[in-house]
């Protein structure tokens, strides 16, 4: 029982689950989008998330105690490097557009995770894009916007139209409702000058403004040119899901509530999408 807790840790920890929450939206897009499913681009996917969440969450980590690194430390960091090199090699099955875009959003993660000035790096009063104030959460959304939308359909020559914007800003509300739980539950660890959207509104008005993103999310679907009753069926199913897990959030929740099932969602609405279409 506590190997097996230890691989799910391992799995959680390492960003693999996320990894294939980030996977599982850019399939939706592919079925969205009438496209045919990429390996390559998934593939890309997933190991490019798995390389970039570790590298934000343990950067600080490693530069600070690099020889005393905990063991599934170490362990995390090797699973990287070799997901890191799987990335490398995939990147080169992309288009040339895609990878144009792709380094541009690359410099984002980095400036996301490492100090703006490497001076203060030394002083202890650096400052990322992770720790201005306000801004985490956008970042993140926008990140996954364009790796979930764009970087699919830019690497398939599909014309950016109108549809298509509404879907990345579909796709960037739902993101933030997403968020929404890990903000509430980090309010504890949190500094108060991330002014974080709890610390700013309250519990309470996070979860009124999550319902709201959530209506707005689905509402949005009408806007488009061309609809189905599938991607309202299926929009509505996670907007339902969704919006439990936003209520029922709070700051003592259990270790798994965010970091697994409300990562899962991403996952259950491409299986909501396959059992549809």
């Not at 391992?10 to 592919?30: D, E, G």
């Not at 009438?34 to 530069?63: Q, S």
Request: proline share 2%.
């Amino acid at each position: 029982m506590r190997v097996l807790r230890q691989i799910f840790n391992f799995y959680i920890n390492s960003s693999i689950h996320v990894a294939l929450a980030v996977v599982a939206m850019t399939w939706v897009t592919l079925i969205q989008f009438e496209l045919e499913c990429d390996k390559n681009v998934l593939v890309f996917v997933f190991l490019a998330t798995i390389t970039g969440y570790n590298f934000v969450k343990y950067f600080g980590v490693a530069k600070f105690h690099h020889r005393s690194l905990a063991a599934w430390l170490k362990a995390i960091q090797i699973f990287s490097f070799f997901a890191f090199l799987g990335m490398g090699y995939y990147a080169l099955k992309l288009n040339v557009n895609t990878l144009i875009y792709l380094s541009i959003f690359g410099l984002i993660t980095f400036l996301y995770a490492v100090p703006l000035l490497p001076i203060r790096y030394f002083r202890d009063s650096h400052k990322n894009l992770r720790q201005v104030s306000g801004l985490k959460v956008y970042v993140i959304a926008l990140v996954w916007v364009f790796t979930t939308v764009f970087l699919p359909l830019i690497d398939k020559d599909y014309h950016i139209n109108d549809d298509v914007v509404i879907t990345g800003v579909q796709r960037f509300v739902f993101v933030i409702v997403l968020m929404l739980p890990f903000e509430i539950r980090d309010l504890i660890y949190d500094s108060i000058k991330l002014a974080t959207i709890p610390q700013r509104i309250g519990v309470r008005n996070t979860k009124v403004f999550g319902v709201f993103l959530l209506i707005v999310f689905f509402f949005l679907e009408y806007f488009k040119d061309e609809m189905s009753s599938t991607a309202i069926i299926s929009n509505g199913v996670i907007m339902s899901i969704t919006l439990i897990f936003v209520l029922f959030a709070h700051k003592k929740q259990s270790q798994y509530y965010s970091a697994f099932w409300v990562e899962s969602i991403p996952i259950l609405w491409l299986m909501v999408l396959l059992m549809l279409s």
